[in-house]
Structures are given as C-alpha cells and as structure tokens.
C-alpha cells in the first residue's frame, strides 16, 4: 500500500489516481514555492525538485516504474506508473 513518504525535509502525499491510465497507480504530490527561470517561465523549488529525484529514484528500487514532474504554482509530482 502506497502512504505518504518524506523525503529531504519535504512531505510528499501519496495521491491515488482515478484516470483512464490502466497502468497508473497514482502520483505523489508536493507544494513548494514559486520560482522564475531566467526567462521568467515557472520552475519548481530547487530543493523540493532534488526531494522529487529522489523519491523517483527510491521508488525505482523498489520495483516501480516513477516519473518526477513539476506544474506551475509551485507542484511537485512524482507519478507512479506500475512495477518495473
């Protein structure tokens, strides 16, 4: 079963996902502040993006397929995507 993790200093909620993806478990989710790249377009928090790397690589050994990504507003996913 899938719970919230915490990693880096940051709760990341572990979010179950209704879509029509059939492999798609769910997505862990983080908010962070909003930050602006040199062309002013929106990036995550630097370090909630290194906790997300991480969480994606712990989730890798333990046999799932994990995908980090970042949406505006300062969220983080890490998306779950089935075992490996």
Same mark, same amino acid.
Do not use: C, M, N
């Given at each position: 079963m899938m719970t919230n993790r915490r990693v880096k200093g940051y709760t990341f909620e572990y979010v179950k996902d209704d879509s029509n993806h059939p492999d798609e478990l769910g997505y862990y989710q983080c908010r962070g502040g909003?930050?602006?790249?040199?062309?002013?377009?929106?990036?995550? /928090? $630097?370090?909630?993006?290194r906790a997300a790397?991480?969480?994606?690589?712990? =989730?890798?050994?333990?046999?799932?397929?994990? /995908? $980090?990504?970042?949406?505006?507003?300062?969220?983080?996913?890490?998306?779950? =995507?089935?075992k490996q």
């Open positions: 909003t930050f602006y790249d040199d062309d002013h377009d929106q990036i995550p /928090e $630097p370090g909630l993006w790397l991480a969480l994606a690589s712990e =989730l890798r050994e333990e046999g799932f397929e994990a /995908e $980090p990504e970042y949406s505006e507003k300062g969220w983080v996913e890490v998306y779950v =995507l089935g």
